[in-house]
């Protein structure tokens, strides 16, 4: 079946370093989404991606496809103690009626001030 | 954004019984909704899909009987655990979407503890 691998399993940074989580599928995607989970909440919608090599930035946070609509990262610029989470790709092979979300292990990110 | 609650937040059950668990769309019609389960640090695993009117699709490994999902309306499914055992312990959060460009909402989750 569809596996959506996601990297690094674990992230620490000092506030104000840059991070990256890299979300790879074994399949093409019809989209991609990403999600925040804050420790002890629900993941929250952060992004879809739809095109092929699409780029999107939400103020510190770049989000991009790649060409083979096969893989996707995000990556925060400058990093601050808000930023903690869980951050899960999940990607959507279906594009119609079978629309199914695979989610990745996610990457969580803590941040030390 | 678009809004689904769920009830309860937690619940804590004897082992045997059976536990009702619902997720709302608040403000929207959500012709799809579905039912994840989440351990301790892991990821969100997909139990079922839930179409309004029609029957669940369960993913492979997840046991229909035991977990009975009902999607009465647009705006209202039900997990229904029964015969819970301790193994059944977990986060339990629903998910509905909405229209273009269909994004996915989550409910804030169930924490079932089963004693």
């Known amino acids: 079946g569809q596996q959506v691998m996601q990297i690094p399993q674990y992230q620490h940074v000092q506030e104000g370093e840059d991070f990256t989580t890299y979300c790879n599928s074994s399949t093409t995607l019809s989209n991609i989404q990403w999600y925040k989970q804050r420790p002890g909440g629900h993941p929250v919608f952060l992004i879809q991606l739809v095109k092929s090599g699409e780029v999107k930035k939400q103020k510190r946070l770049t989000f991009q496809f790649g060409e083979a609509k096969k893989n996707s990262s995000l990556h925060i610029t400058a990093t601050q103690t808000t930023d903690v989470g869980t951050y899960f790709c999940a990607g959507d092979r279906s594009g119609g009626s079978n629309y199914k979300l695979t989610f990745g292990k996610g990457t969580l990110l803590t941040v030390n001030p | 954004g678009a809004v689904v609650s769920q009830h309860p937040s937690w619940v804590i059950c004897k082992s045997g019984t059976s536990v009702k668990i619902e997720c709302r769309s608040l403000?929207?019609?959500?012709?799809?909704m579905f039912w994840y389960r989440q351990f301790p640090k892991q990821s969100l695993m997909l139990m079922a899909t839930s179409n309004e009117g029609s029957k669940a699709t369960y993913e492979q490994g997840v046991e229909k009987d035991k977990f009975l999902i009902n999607h009465a309306s647009l705006t209202l499914s039900t997990l229904t655990v029964t015969s819970a055992h301790p193994e059944d312990s977990s986060f339990y959060i629903c998910?509905?979407?909405?229209?273009?460009?269909?994004?996915?909402?989550f409910g804030p989750g169930t924490r079932l503890t089963v004693t």
């Open positions: 403000d929207f019609q959500a012709t799809t």
């Open positions: 998910s509905a979407r909405d229209r273009a460009p269909y994004e996915q909402y």
